[in-house]
């Protein structure tokens, strides 16, 4: 049975510049009755929404505002009693996001839902940092995977993965940081392969971290690097030398030598790889 009246959209929020917002997100924000959001959804983005009861879903890693199926539920409960909900999710929805779940639930209650796809932060963020995940001649393929293995889930074949692609963009995958580089290493990536960490990526907390597959599991926890992180692993972390736009018009407004972040001073963060 279709429920009529009520429906659900999932709307990929970007991966924290507002303005990396779609326009059919806005639209359906601004006429949202319900909005339950995550974490990392930019704030600025809610006020899109005023007239909206909003939801906080939380999902810090390990830490859960609400469980998925409690997050399920509420989304049918809401679109049950005829609301327009908009189920607002960092980056892109479908992208290590739970979003296939949220839609297989709302797909077997019988409610209408949409999904309107977002920014995923694998090729946003190291853009903002100015690492194209493809370039000619440096690489020709990019995977995205997760360094967060949980029991139960499928495992990541690190030793398959790193002979099969050029550019490997990692989410979640700081914790695992010094097991992954190992296996990368071991698996026959040079320990000279170079490799970037990019924390709160598009936004102006952004602050990235670099060093080799051999050393950069000691320069991030020598940074003390706060989630979320995002890790890219290949020669086209190189051309951010040249390429990163975003760092320096920061420090351009913040007119502070030395910075590597979007506003804050963290000089020295930046290892250098000339
Ligand atoms: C649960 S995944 C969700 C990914 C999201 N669906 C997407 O498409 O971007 C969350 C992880 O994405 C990465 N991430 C998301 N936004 C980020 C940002 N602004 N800067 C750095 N990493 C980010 C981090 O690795 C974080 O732990």
Sequence with gaps: MIHRGGRVALVGAGPGDPGLLTVRGRRLLRRAEVVVYDRLVAPALLDLAPRALRIF???AS????????????????HARRGRRVVRLKGGDPFVFGRGGEEAAALAAAG????????VSSA?????????PVSHRGVASSFAVVTGHECRG???????????????????????SLPRIARALAAAGRPPS???????????????????????????????????????????????????RWFDRRAR???????????????????????
């Design 123 to 131: 090729t946003a963020v190291p853009a903002y940092a100015g690492i």
């Design 62 to 77: 390990g830490r859960h505002a609400l469980e998925q199926d409690e997050i399920n539920r509420l989304l049918v409960a």
């Design 193 to 243: 392969t170079p490799v970037a960490l990019i924390r709160a990526g598009t936004t102006p907390e952004q602050a990235t971290v670099t060093g080799t597959l051999a050393d950069i599991a000691r320069r991030a926890a020598a940074a003390r690097l706060e989630p979320p992180v995002l890790v890219v692993v290949g020669d086209v972390v190189a051309l951010r030398e040249r390429l």
């Design 111 to 118: 409610i209408r839902f949409e999904v309107v796809p977002g």
């Design 57 to 59: 879903a939380g999902k």
């Design 153 to 175: 889930a499928a495992r990541v074949d690190w030793e398959r993965l790193a002979g099969a692609v050029d550019t490997l963009v990692i989410l979640m995958g700081l914790t």
């Design 252 to 274: 351009r407004r913040a007119r502070g030598p030395g910075l590597s972040v979007g506003g804050r001073a963290l000089a020295g963060l930046e290892a250098s790889r000339r």
